[in-house]
């Protein structure tokens, strides 16, 4: 993991190249973050995988949080992963709640793809520019964001032949 | 009489080229007149090893396309996670991939542990290692038997799952359920050992590479086997790092990619063992890693039995970790605490955290999002299955059926991983 200051002067040397990009940076727990504009999340993961002496040309996971109350409200999560040096770097990205789109990276890096359709079966993010973006692991027909915070444990009516035909 | 039963030598031409597809169908044109069929093959389906649905075109043959459709074991465990309290997890996690259910467990209890600040005391950090390792051995034997049995090497099943009943009864011995056995604690482990517990591992790690040399000796000389497996389903490296394949797979292709040598946790950067690599990146390399990891692991698990430290296999902080039984009819404060940490459980300050550890089919890693109340509001598995997945496509591409079925059980997917 980069530390404390190599995340500072990570953030100076993306800062040179694309001017305003990185909204803030948080280093807790050892692990370092960048949080970064949404609009512009492309242009900071291929600088990470292309800039020489970077190197960040694995993407270990991507996945969705649900920040709710907090408003941008969800956050989308790029484990970078620097192979040569072994080190993560985690990219977010936060969303509004009203109808979050970001843009694809499965053309940068293809294993985003189920993991893309993943955050968008259970979280309702549209991924822009995705091959395929539709439901992957529930039922094409189902309605709903499951992994939303508000949606409720339970919200599934589970009926069987039995407590239909007793309680109607 | 002898001669008869040994194998003959140099019957096996191992560099002979088989017919390619080319050969038999030659190129792919737009005038051709074979048809193109979709046929559907799962989810329920014997060689599918899980409730996996592929959706393949196929000319002859051949595979000229492939759709693998996935979710006909989701169980929303990810989302259950988020109603329970941190310690009443676990279970649930173990339940996802269901053949490695320590790994489950370690990623997710390591998750906590970073997030909260909780050192794990060295004899839990031993006793874990050697039950992951017990683990890995587990899943590959696991693997070997039902692939060698899709390739029509029935006998090996009944090997493995010899040796696998073996290391189930060590796992009810010393944590009392065969699978699922819920023995990481958040701190620690829920027990020690027991007494000749140690016995009785030595002597399965003694008698597993002898019997991962029998496997060898029936498979290896195998003709069908080496036919099946040489040569076909090569992915390169740089494809497969591309699509995020890790595990086996990948270090069959040659790169010495291991997150136990890479990053420091538990007991690893103590032990001293070597990572297989293949050259080429076919089915037979992906074999022989997994074969050569199995010996690799039998070596962790000696060496961490020999350094096995004394003291307390769990840590001592009472804020998340139960007290001793005998304490709670003595101790008006043990008893407080237990009762907290039973109806409450405990609480974590607000963070997050992605802990990776290497599974027996890849990175395995854990998201945990804490909000400062006593459940997690987030917990993502990050599951090597359903990203290698993604790789079965260029796999299987433009290779007959039955090479298709080989390299879906060479992949190793366990559906319960890849659905959640």
Known sequence: MPDGPGLELLRGEIDADLAGVVLDTSYAKERAVLIVDPARVRDVLSWLRDTPGQGYRFLSSLHVADYLPAEPRFGVHYEMLNRERVERLRVKAMLPAEGPEIDSVTDLFPTANFQEREAFDFFGIIFRGHPELTRILLPEDYVGWPQRRDFPIGGEPVTFTYSEERYG | MAEQHTFPQGRIDEDAALPTVADLYGELDEDRTTEVMTVNIGPHHPATHGVLRLVVDLEGEVVRDLKPVIGYVHTGIEKSCEDKSYWKVIPFVERMDYVSYFFQMEAYCGAVERLIGLEIPPRAKYLRTIMLELNRIHSHLVW????????????????????????????????????????????????DIPLGWEEKCRSFVHDMPIRVGQYEALLDRNEVFLQRTKGVGIVSRERLLELGVTGPLLRAAGEPWDLRKAFDYLAY????????????????????????????????????????????????????????????????????????????????????????????RGELGCFVLADGSSKPARVHFRDPSFVNLQSFKDMAMDSYVADMICSLGMLDPILGGVDR
Request: glycine residues 10%; negative net charge.
């Open chain 2, 144 to 191: 070997l038997g039902t692939t060698a049995l899709d390739l029509g090497a029935i006998s090996m099943l009944w090997y493995c799952f010899r040796e696998r009943d073996r290391i189930l009864d060590l796992f009810e011995m010393a944590t009392g359920q065969r699978m699922h056995t819920r023995y990481f604690q958040v701190g620690g482990v829920i027990e």
């Open chain 2, 269 to 360: 950067p103590e032990m001293d063992f070597k990572i297989p690599v293949g050259t080429v990146g076919d089915n037979y390399d992906r074999y022989r890693v997994r074969v050569a990891e199995m010996v690799e692991s039998t070596k962790i698990i000696g060496q961490a039995l020999d350094a096995l430290p004394g003291g307390p296999f769990i840590a001592d902080d009472r804020k998340y970790v139960l007290p001793p039984r005998s304490e709670l009819s003595t101790s008006m404060e043990s008893l407080i605490h237990h009762f907290k940490l039973v109806t409450e459980g405990f609480r974590v300050d607000p963070g997050e955290i992605y802990y990776a550890i290497e599974g027996p």
